[in-house]
């Protein structure tokens, strides 16, 4: 069975992109077969895999004039595919508004490829409009990030809110996969405080990887790789592999057997 994972937050600067691209390839590097799904029209995670400005994309998807199949590219990792992005999809959601079915087109297209993977990351835009409805629509779960600033937890009501809509409406067996805690600060004490009150909130869904701020991190993407392929040894890669180790571990007991 393909596990299809959101990953959501309306609020701009939490990792979900670097969560994408990161999350991809460390499962992609386990030798699970793994498609990053880019739906933000600023298409960093298209650029962070060296994907650049590619046409089609998944706008012409989205809006039905290409097959998902054809759009579809191979990265350099072997077990890893993309459905790139491109600046084009800033039109889509006006576009998407008349069409039919408008929340699941994106649903509709993963269904004739989802077999071919075991993993289907989406990595979502910032804001809670038609793009990110879509991909909520089409997944099995959700990634929450959450950066361990001020304000962490602002926003994420708002969030629930339109995960629930999403189940009451289009998809009702949508889970929450985990909060995952971002740029953490060991110096910081506020990063301990921000961890300890999403903890406090989210419970066991809180994943207990945490992903520590990491300069390699945030050089990988000018580089066009992955931080595993640019720096294997640092804190940024160990961090994103503890990752896909714990979501292979939870989704072992037969919700991921081939
Ligand atoms: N763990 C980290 N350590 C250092 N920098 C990070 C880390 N995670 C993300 N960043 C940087 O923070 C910025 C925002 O991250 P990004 O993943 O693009 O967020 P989003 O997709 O939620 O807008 C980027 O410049 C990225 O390189
Ligand atoms: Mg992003």
Known sequence: MTKVISIANQKGGVGKTTTAINLSSSLAAAEKKTLLIDIDPQANSSSGLSINNQSPSVYEVLIGVEEINKVIL???MPYLDVLPSNINL?????????MPNRESLLGQAISKIQNNYDYVIIDCPPSLGLLTLNSLSASNSVLIPVQCEYFALEGLGQLLNTINIVKQHFNKDLAIEGVLLTMFDVRL???????????????DKVFKTIIHRNVRISEAPSYGKPVILYDAVSTGSQNYIALASEILERNSNGININ
């Open 90 to 98: 800033v039109g889509a959601e006006i576009e998407m508004v008349d």
């Open 189 to 203: 004490r506020l990063s301990q405080q921000v961890a300890e009150e999403v903890r406090k909130y989210f419970g």
């Open 74 to 76: 191979n990265s350099y």
